[in-house]
């Protein structure tokens, strides 16, 4: 059995993440820890009625509350948690700098203390900025970040935690950087 730890598993894309996880392996348990704030909602996990699916409300800052609800023989987490949307972190953005960067280093520590095999960092292609509505150009993985937002300064500097994890502690880490999302449980905005 798999043992999988995913934060922000409330949220749209977390949620979504973790329907279609229980729904294609038979050989996952899931603890699902998120803060339900604003973009958090339970009603995001309706018919996960599944003994392989255990929610935990906690803030991924607060490093007792994270180890108390990671399971020993975790296999990997999925960090999904994350203040997002860019007008919100323009009129508060202390409040993006500590859930999205010192959120991430608690539970890479986390990680390290428990021997968690993988750490997945769920980013945002608003890490690299904007390209010129007339350009050719395309992003890639090498594209240099340029972050327009404290939203995407917060999500390059978590990028840059994780880096620093994998480089100094040989943490396994993968970073995502995702598109723009839609679909069902989305936050309307």
């Given at each position: 059995?798999?043992?999988?730890?995913?934060?922000?598993?409330?949220?749209?894309?977390?949620?979504?993440?973790?329907?279609?996880?229980l729904e294609e392996q038979a050989d996952v348990e899931i603890?699902?820890?998120?803060?339900?704030?604003?973009?958090?909602?339970?009603?995001?996990?309706?018919?996960?009625?599944?003994?392989?699916?255990?929610?935990?409300?906690?803030?991924?800052?607060?490093?007792?509350?994270?180890?108390?609800?990671?399971?020993?023989?975790?296999d990997a987490i999925f960090n999904f948690a994350a203040e997002?949307?860019?007008?919100?972190?323009?009129?508060?953005?202390?409040?993006?700098?500590?859930?999205?960067?010192?959120?991430?280093?608690?539970?890479?520590?986390?990680?390290?203390?428990?021997?968690?095999?993988?750490?997945?960092?769920?980013?945002?292609?608003?890490?690299?900025?904007?390209?010129?509505?007339?350009?050719?150009?395309?992003?890639?993985?090498?594209?240099?970040?340029?972050?327009?937002?404290?939203?995407?300064?917060?999500?390059?500097?978590?990028?840059?935690?994780?880096?620093?994890?994998?480089?100094?502690f040989g943490v396994d880490t993968v970073v995502t950087r995702?598109?723009?999302?839609?679909?069902?449980?989305?936050?309307?905005?």
């Amino acid at each position: 059995m798999h043992r999988i730890f995913v934060t922000g598993g409330a949220g749209f894309i977390g949620s979504a993440f973790v329907h279609l996880l229980l729904e294609e392996q038979a050989d996952v348990e899931i603890v699902n820890f998120d803060a339900l704030t604003y973009a958090g909602n339970l009603e995001n996990l309706t018919g996960l009625d599944d003994k392989r699916h255990k929610f935990v409300k906690g803030d991924i800052c607060d490093h007792p509350s994270v180890m108390d609800a990671l399971p020993h023989g975790c296999d990997a987490i999925f960090n999904f948690a994350a203040e997002s949307h860019v007008d919100r972190s323009i009129a508060s953005a202390g409040e993006f700098l500590r859930t999205n960067i010192i959120g991430t280093q608690v539970l890479l520590d986390a990680a390290r203390e428990r021997s968690v095999r993988r750490f997945i960092q769920v980013s945002t292609d608003e890490v690299m900025g904007s390209l010129p509505d007339a350009s050719l150009e395309l992003f890639t993985e090498g594209s240099p970040l340029r972050p327009n937002s404290p939203y995407a300064a917060s999500k390059a500097g978590a990028e840059f935690v994780v880096r620093a994890a994998r480089e100094t502690f040989g943490v396994d880490t993968v970073v995502t950087r995702c598109g723009n999302n839609y679909g069902p449980r989305q936050f309307p905005e």
